[in-house]
């Protein structure tokens, strides 16, 4: 007899039928917040988290719970230590939706170059200071720095030098220079990224080292030309400094697929900036990465239910005193 597999949210079709084929019952949840999933853990064995957030409180209403899979490649939502005291194993999808985050990285690159925002709201009522007077520039031959060369900022390495023939600085201390991405030149001054480049892209995860860890310093060190992207989370960006750097053109604006509060508080003033892209997280939110998240996490509950070594098991760093890179 399989497992039974909580579902807070729905999963695509192809990973349910990996599980079902397999003799696994899934069980629709109620609710995707805390206090639903803490009614509704009771008996089951594995579940696949979306949105929902793994506190706690969770690891402890739950009696028989093996395995987790985040249906992503972030993990920040799950308490990984409560998960390490209850017996429970934490799996994610690395790779399932590198593709579709590295392009919408490049998407806002692309809307910020061309002061879409601006030229959206104001081409109707003025047609020609849309068209002929609001600052646009080409991607060709521009500046790219990349903070974080994993799965996605490798792929946006890539896209920018080939289809964009940009030249790319890659940061990643934790990352040694002879597994960055051809092509690109290895940073290890952090400083530089922000002092170089035209436009700054973030690909790392919230942890206690990157959270909040680009701020007023650092776009006061950005050309007044230069646009941030962020398609990585929210955390990793001091909100407030960046509203005030856009605003007061400190740099020339941001291009952001996640902010600290999601759902969107609606007073929160970046949301109305005009040199200011912004969506609801859609980097992952693709019809294939979706697809392949699902049948990722199914393979990974039905890699633990027969006992195999998972292929995407997430491991704990303390990222304080990881090995670091100066080559």
């Given at each position: 007899m399989?497992?039974?597999?909580l579902l807070p949210q729905e999963i695509m079709q192809e990973g349910r039928d990996y599980l079902e084929s397999r003799g696994h019952e899934?069980?629709?949840g109620s609710g995707m917040e805390t206090e639903d999933i803490i009614r509704d853990i009771k008996g089951i064995d594995a579940m696949v988290v979306r949105l929902s957030k793994m506190t706690r409180e969770v690891f402890e209403a739950a009696d028989q719970l093996k395995v987790i899979v985040r249906h992503g490649a972030g993990f920040d939502t799950v308490d990984l230590e409560a998960a390490k005291e209850h017996g429970v194993q934490v799996l994610y999808c690395p790779t399932a939706n590198s593709t579709s985050v590295a392009e919408v990285a490049v998407f806002y690159m692309l809307y910020c170059s061309r002061n879409f925002t601006k030229v959206r709201n104001t081409f109707i009522d003025d047609y020609y200071q849309a068209k002929?007077?609001?600052?646009?520039?080409e991607l060709d031959g521009k500046t790219v720095g990349i903070i974080g060369v994993g799965n996605i900022g490798s792929r946006v390495a890539a896209k920018c030098r080939d289809a964009f023939n940009m030249k790319v600085l890659a940061y990643d201390p934790y990352k040694p220079a002879k597994d960055f991405p051809e092509g690109?030149?290895?940073?290890?001054?952090?400083?530089?990224?922000f002092k170089e480049s035209d436009f700054v892209s973030l690909h790392c995860p919230t942890t206690d080292v990157t959270r909040e860890f680009v701020g007023k310093e650092q776009f006061e060190m950005m050309k007044p030309?230069?646009?941030l992207i962020n398609s990585a989370r929210g955390m990793v960006v001091n909100e407030?400094?960046?509203y005030e750097a856009c605003k007061n053109e400190v740099i020339a604006g941001a291009g952001l697929d996640?902010?600290?509060d999601e759902p969107v508080k609606k007073e929160n003033p970046i949301l109305y900036l005009d040199n200011v892209v912004i969506a609801p997280h859609i980097g992952a939110a693709t019809k294939e990465a979706t697809d392949?998240?699902?049948l990722h996490s199914a393979i990974g509950i039905h890699e633990v239910y027969e006992g195999k070594e998972p292929t995407w098991p997430v491991r704990a760093i303390d990222w304080a005193t990881a090995p670091q890179y100066n080559d």
């Open positions: 399989g497992y039974k597999i899934l069980i629709t002929l007077r609001t600052p646009k520039s690109v030149e290895v940073v290890r001054d952090f400083d530089r990224i030309t230069a646009f407030k400094d960046l996640v902010l600290q392949r998240a699902s």
